[in-house]
């Protein structure tokens, strides 16, 4: 009889632990470079591709100048960096009743998330880093861990950081701050902008005792001819405001890229493009994306104005919703060029929106610039 019990209690603890290995937590959007989940009890290891299942016990890692992106089973996303591991200690979600709850740890580098479903309906959702604990109340935020340091980010809701000395620490909507670096040693240090980790830009830090009003972004072209404005042409800006990725209320979106096969090509179906030279003509920009492999293989913007020809090369990656470009050449006639490109999809996918700038690198007064939309 006790050789009975001792055998039914290691099936029953086989089984608790064979369900909780086989809980689907999401699926995997991206996967670029090195991206491992090691099973938590089994200790097996599998590296991760686009589409692949991650489970409510995996830990997941990326290595040297790789990234993963992960549609959760409640509709929420988890984007790692490079570098980085996160334990997913538990993700559960019930599609019946809509309920759940959900516990993740960093362990080291970083990550971006929107919660889904989970918080929306009051779930309990937590995520534990080094240097304390933090709940979510419904939020987009994003956390970066450097030499012991913590960096924080909260674009959209709020979050509640308990410290280690069970201190608290609120930051985003209604709250007087909505970045802070955590320090190893605990010191909070507040921000009124997001530290340069995030933006690559030089951040305002102040104390808890004082507030520094950020400095106004100046723009990098400067239009000497006449701004028109058109529901087809949305800028960038407006669209990172108003969409939040478009994750926030639309996950559908980030299945359908995930589901897309193929290269597509899209092209520029209107646009609203100036130059400090005057009049453009001649416009053409056309995109071409590859669903298989998250890239954006090239792509290229060609326009005239009154100094000449403006030309540029660009490619890059699918990042959620958005795509992260760079442009590899750039020249105006007879002159080097620089600038930068930023694109979302919008509309099931069928379409691209984003804006651009480019300017001479001798002459940077010489620069050009506008919105566009792409369609395939």
Not at 13 to 26: E, R, W
Request: charged content about 20%; aromatic content about 8%.
């Amino acid at each position: 009889m006790k050789h009975l019990i001792q055998v039914l209690t290691t099936l029953l603890c086989v089984s608790f632990y064979s369900q909780a290995s086989t809980t689907v937590a999401g699926k995997t959007i991206l996967a670029r470079g090195a991206v491992l989940a090691t099973d938590a009890e089994s200790a097996q290891q599998r590296t991760l591709k686009r589409r692949d299942t991650v489970y409510g016990v995996d830990k997941i890692t990326t290595g040297e100048k790789s990234k993963a992106q992960f549609s959760m089973s409640d509709g929420g996303l988890i984007a790692l960096k490079e570098n980085s591991e996160l334990n997913i200690a538990n993700y559960e979600f019930n599609t019946t009743t809509q309920q759940g709850s959900a516990s993740i740890e960093l362990i080291k580098g970083g990550l971006r998330s929107i919660s889904g479903v989970i918080k929306k309906n009051g779930g309990a959702y937590s995520v534990k880093t080094p240097v304390g604990s933090i709940g979510i109340r419904g939020t987009h935020f994003e956390l970066q861990l450097i030499d012991g340091d913590m960096y924080v980010a909260v674009w959209d809701g709020a979050i509640d950081l308990t410290l280690e000395d069970q201190s608290v620490v609120s930051l985003g909507s209604n709250e007087p701050f909505s970045f802070a670096q955590v320090t190893s040693l605990g010191r909070v240090i507040k921000t009124t902008q997001a530290p340069a980790v995030f933006t690559q830009t030089i951040a305002t830090i102040s104390d808890d005792t004082s507030v520094e009003q950020p400095t106004e972004q100046q723009s990098i072209v400067q239009n000497n001819t006449s701004e028109k404005t058109t529901d087809a042409d949305i800028s960038i800006t407006d669209v990172y405001a108003q969409q939040q990725f478009q994750a926030v209320n639309d996950a559908t979106l980030i299945d359908q890229i995930a589901q897309r096969q193929g290269v597509f090509n899209y092209q520029a179906t209107s646009f609203d493009v100036s130059s400090s030279l005057g009049e453009v003509s001649d416009f053409s920009m056309s995109m071409s994306v590859d669903f298989d492999n998250g890239t954006v293989p090239d792509g290229e913007i060609s326009f005239n104005d009154a100094g000449g020809n403006w030309y540029a090369a660009y490619s890059g990656l699918i990042d959620l919703t958005k795509l992260d470009l760079a442009i590899t050449f750039a020249s105006h006639n007879n002159n080097k060029a620089t600038g930068q490109i930023d694109a979302v999809f919008l509309n099931d996918i069928d379409t691209i929106t984003g804006d651009f700038s480019l300017s001479e690198i001798n002459n940077p007064a010489v620069n050009a610039g506008g919105d566009f939309r792409l369609e395939p």
